[in-house]
């Protein structure tokens, strides 16, 4: 698959406009949608093991 410079440059004028088109109430929703949400405390404190217990459990039933 081979993309020629100009179908990038149209590629990325098309999703800047967008993005300057956009209210600015919906640009906060977006990020705020867009966060990261912490790690589940389990895993942070024990590492993998849990998750991998877990979804081991999960295959078995």
Known sequence: MHISFNDYVKYLTQQITSYLDTPAGEKREQRVKN???PPVY?????????FAFKVARKKTN
């Open 35 to 37: 966060k990261v949400k």
């Open 42 to 50: 389990s895993n942070r404190w024990f590492g993998v093991l849990p």
